[in-house]
């Protein structure tokens, strides 16, 4: 139940991703039928209408076997998000227990962080945004850091 609502909150940062080179994907275990339904329900009535970025339909559990996020005791797939780089190497995974919405607003701050780390080649500490200090990777980077220089 709490899918729709993070659903609606990928659609509301899909600009904000695409400015980030950044391509917003959904896959579920559901048909191509179920989400073409789920798709043509108004959000009011339970439904995704208006969200637009593509939906993978993978009905036979291969991807969310593959990534190991499937609940075999109650025959579902957990909600996983993945960040992978232009090569495909995947930077981020964070997998969510049922009642645990995502926050979208980290995935980005996540992305920002990479950006960040591939132009200039400083590392981003605990709790880094954008315009925030980064620091050296290194010991004295470490140092320099905590010491506020």
Not at 14 to 31: I, K, P
Not at 50 to 64: C, F, M, N
Request: hydrophobic share 35%.
């Amino acid at each position: 139940y709490v899918c729709p609502t993070e659903l609606f909150a990928f659609q509301e940062m899909v600009e904000e991703f695409g400015n980030r080179n950044c391509l917003v994907l959904g896959a579920s275990c559901d048909t191509n039928e179920v989400h073409f339904a789920w798709l043509s329900t108004p959000k009011e009535e339970g439904g995704i209408e208006g969200v637009e970025y593509p939906i993978l339909s993978d009905t036979w559990r291969k991807l969310a076997g593959e990534l190991n996020i499937t609940d075999l005791a109650d025959n579902v797939s957990y909600r996983a998000t993945y960040l992978l780089d232009e090569s495909g190497v995947c930077f981020h995974e964070s997998v969510n227990d049922m009642p645990i919405g995502r926050n979208v607003k980290e995935y980005l701050r996540i992305l920002d962080a990479k950006i960040f780390n591939e132009k200039n080649g400083e590392v981003c500490p605990a709790n880094w945004e954008e315009g925030k200090r980064a620091m050296a990777e290194s010991r004295e980077g470490v140092i320099n850091y905590s010491q506020g220089k």
